[in-house]
């Protein structure tokens, strides 16, 4: 079976050990110097002035929706197609997410269904640039900006993407990153991070990060949380993260190589293979999505929907607020379905799936 992604060949060199060890030999697992490290090398290569690391992406977005000043019964703007991460952390505040629809183009936040929900005062707005692509940032960032509401970029999954020569997370008021396993920068467990450019927001952060405390056993500021990278993971990060700009190429080119042999199919795919997209995830809508799963995996190749259920339709929250009509966002999850795209991945791989996908379309 050739899987959705496979961590094997890019692990497969990296001496990991030595940095553990390193770890365990100075006894100190929490907020050490690798974390520091880390952080100082992350936020040179996002171009930011401050990186907060913390345990996982979710508690990132959550701590930098605090941090900005968001609080229970407020309003934020967020999509409802990328998996219910912030509509958790916007839940886990007391906050009340406002979905909006996404571009049918790019299937991220449509400019036009922001313009609609700022009319609604939200307190803020989160851009998710999903699969791996940079959202149309900087028209979302200005609307935002010119209604006094601050806004926070999701880049979990979009480490690396760059437009007009900035970084994906050096655009909005926070950042928030995760090092899941999968991601493109991943851990060998969780970890998370919110990186910013304000000096107030990056003390905000540390301190919310950990139990509100101003000063060790001080709590100076409502809202904190147990929320940390650990010293292992970090360590673990500190090996890969020179490696990122070079799995993303790799993962790029998998995606053209895909692009260009299903060209002619009814097959559509994420139109721009450029450094704006650093190919998380693969997507395509086909209408006949479930039949070329079912063959595909007879074929031996792993697929995925990312996501089925969109945010206002989870079961477990039956009352969701939406600014406008989420059409687009519905009629997606139907139709979507992910193939694999991973760094490693073998030319002979690539070459099984782009074959297995063709013979569905000819059968
Ligand atoms: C993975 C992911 C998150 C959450 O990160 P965790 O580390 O799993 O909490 C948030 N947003 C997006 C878009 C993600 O893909």
Avoid at 246 to 265: K, P, Q
Wanted: contains cysteine; glycine residues 8%.
């Amino acid at each position: 079976m050739i899987p959705l992604f496979s961590d094997l060949v890019m692990n497969k060199n990296l001496d990991f050990l030595s940095a553990v060890k390193k770890v365990l030999d100075r006894h100190w697992y929490v907020l050490g110097e690798e974390v520091t490290g880390f952080e100082s090398e992350f936020s040179n290569y996002v171009g930011v002035g401050h990186c907060v690391s913390m345990a996982n992406g979710t508690d990132a977005i959550e701590i930098a929706l605090r941090s900005v000043g968001v609080e229970r019964g407020d309003l934020v703007v967020t999509v409802a197609n990328a998996g219910f991460y912030s509509s958790t952390a916007i839940h886990a505040i007391g906050a009340t997410p406002l979905y909006v629809d996404i571009n049918p183009s790019c299937m991220t936040m449509s400019v036009d269904a922001l313009a609609e929900a700022l009319k609604q005062n939200p307190k803020c707005v989160i851009v998710t640039h999903l699969y791996g692509q940079l959202a149309n940032i900087k028209e979302l960032l200005a609307l935002a900006h010119a209604a006094g509401v601050m806004l926070i970029e999701d880049c979990a999954q979009s480490h690396g993407a760059v437009l007009d020569g900035q970084q994906a997370g050096s655009f909005g008021d926070a950042a928030c990153f995760s090092f899941y396993p999968t991601k493109n920068l991943g851990a060998m467990g969780d970890g998370g991070a919110v990186v910013t450019n304000n000096d107030e927001l990056a003390a905000r952060l540390k301190t919310l990060r950990q139990y509100g405390w101003s000063s060790k056993y001080h709590v100076g500021h409502a809202g904190g949380k147990n929320s940390r990278l650990d010293e292992m993971q970090a360590a673990i990060l500190r090996i890969k993260l020179p490696l990122l700009a070079s799995w993303n190429t790799a993962r790029r080119d998998i995606a053209s190589r895909y692009n260009e042999a299903f060209a002619g199919l009814a097959f559509d795919a994420l139109p721009t293979v450029n450094e704006s997209y650093v190919a998380h995830l693969y997507v395509a809508r086909v209408q006949n999505r479930d039949a070329l799963r079912d063959f595909l995996k007879a074929q031996g190749v792993a697929t995925d929907v990312h996501y089925p259920v969109p945010d206002h339709h989870q079961a477990a929250y039956t009352q969701p607020r939406l600014a406008g009509s989420m059409e687009v966002t519905e009629s997606l999850c139907k139709t979507l379905v992910t193939l694999p795209c991973f760094p490693g991945m073998t030319d002979e791989e690539v070459e099984s799936v782009i074959s297995a996908v063709k013979k569905f379309f000819e059968q």
